[in-house]
Every structure is written in C-alpha cells, then in structure tokens.
T-cell receptor, first 117, second 113 residues
Framework: DAKTTQPPSMDCAEGRAANLPCNHS???????VYWYRQIHSQGPQYIIH???NNETNEMASLIITEDRKSSTLILPHATLRDTAVYYC??????????????????FGQGTILTVHP | DGGITQSPKYLFRKEGQNVTLSCEQN?????MYWYRQDPGQGLRLIYY???????QKGDIAEGYSVSREKKESFPLTVTSAQKNPTAFYLC????????????FGPGTRLTVL
C-alpha cells in the first residue's frame, strides 16, 4: 500500500503557481520523497526528490516540513502542458541482502492537476 | 538520444496466447523494472532485475515471466496464465538499483480480446 495521501484533484490557473500537497506521516528517517507525473497514456516522468532539505530544479520545487510528515510540490508558473496526474512517493529504503539492494517505488492514486486558461 | 524504448505502443492478442513486450534502454543502467497500470490506478511492480542474468518477482508476478540476457534489454512475457492481462505496461530503469532515480519508457497498452 502507498504510504502517502494526496488530494484526488486540484485546479490551477495558467501562469499561477500550483502547490500540490502530500502527507507521509509514517515516513522513516532514511526514506526519500519522490515526485513523478504522468500525462495520459504516457510513462511517468520524474520531477524531483528530497530527503530533508528543500530542493529545486528546472521543473519544480519541493518543500519538506521539518518533521518530514508532509511535503509540497510547487510548479512556479503552471502551463496547460502541466495538466497530469502527480504522484508523491515515499521510497522504501534499500534492503541489502547478499550484496544486492533495491528501493521499491509504490505509486498511489495521485492528484489530478488540471491547469486551465 | 538516450532513453528507454518500448514496443509496440499498442498490442492486441487473443485470449490464451502468450505475448512478449519489448523494453530496451541505452542509458547503461544496471537495474530494470516492469510495472502494470490499470485504469485509474497507480503502478504495480511485476518484476525487476538488478543485474544481467538475475531478476526478482515483484508484487504481482503471477502469470508473467522475464529474462535479462543483456544489460540493455528486459523483455516481459504475458502468459496465458495471467487472468486479466489487459493493462498498460511500463518499463523503467535506474543506474544503481535502490539508490537512483527510475526513468520510465512510454509504455505498451495490451488488449486481450
């Protein structure tokens, strides 16, 4: 089961900032928060990830609360092409067994972001 | 261009037939993954492979099989034992399993008639 809770849908006006919240109250100390988005009938696109500190890249900013129980993805100037399903994912810590490691991505329902003119 | 390719984009098969979905990457990634997505749902992990000639079952491996004979290729076979094979199938890869970002291919939509 997904370890995150997101609102099922949100709207945003084109050119405005889109702020997508995510709750992950059971996150462990070594688990990262990842954000992906998926446009209809395409593969998910990686956006950003973080552990404790706020992160920013060319696509978005990620704000993680000090207690790490929630985070917000910010698209600073939303465009119509940002309309997609946005997934907040807590990535399981790798489990070392026999020299191998693996960090599973568990996708929940996500938030449908609709950017309108 | 570097990336992950999946072919074909749309695939139709008759019930009871096995079908193999292709996934190729030229990113020099060690790890590769197969996910399944049903309408309105998130992704579920079918199989993953951390190195060549090794692969592990994910959460819903029943009715599926994989091989990893080459680093750049990770084909998925949907067998007749899979009860509900109609779905959107996504392949992903990452440079170091468990430690690095997974990047996804464009997906294959399989419809079993």
């Amino acid at each position: 089961d997904a370890k995150t809770t997101q609102p099922p849908s949100m709207d945003c006006a084109e050119g405005r900032a889109a702020n997508l919240p995510c709750n992950h109250s059971t996150i462990s100390g070594n688990e990262y928060v990842y954000w992906y988005r998926q446009i209809h009938s395409q593969g998910p696109q990686y956006i950003i990830h973080g552990l404790k500190n706020n992160e920013t890249n060319e696509m978005a900013s990620l704000i993680i609360t000090e207690d790490r129980k929630s985070s917000t993805l910010i698209l600073p100037h939303a465009t119509l092409r940002d309309t997609a399903v946005y997934y907040c994912i807590v990535r399981e810590a790798p489990i070392n067994a026999g020299g191998t490691s693996y960090g599973k991505l568990t996708f929940g329902q996500g938030t449908i972001l609709t950017v309108h003119p | 261009d570097g990336g992950i390719t999946q072919s074909p984009k749309y695939l139709f098969r008759k019930e009871g037939q096995n079908v193999t979905l292709s996934c190729e990457q030229n990113l020099n990634h060690d790890a590769m993954y197969w996910y399944r997505q049903d309408p309105g749902q998130g992704l579920r992990l079918i199989y993953y492979s951390q190195i060549v000639n090794d692969f592990q079952k994910g959460d819903i491996a029943e009715g599926y099989s994989v091989s990893r004979e080459k680093k750049e290729s990770f084909p998925l076979t949907v067998t007749s034992a899979q009860k509900n094979p109609t779905a959107f199938y996504l392949c992903a890869s990452s440079s170091i399993s468990g430690l690095d970002t997974q990047y996804f291919g464009p997906g294959t939509r399989l419809t079993v008639l």
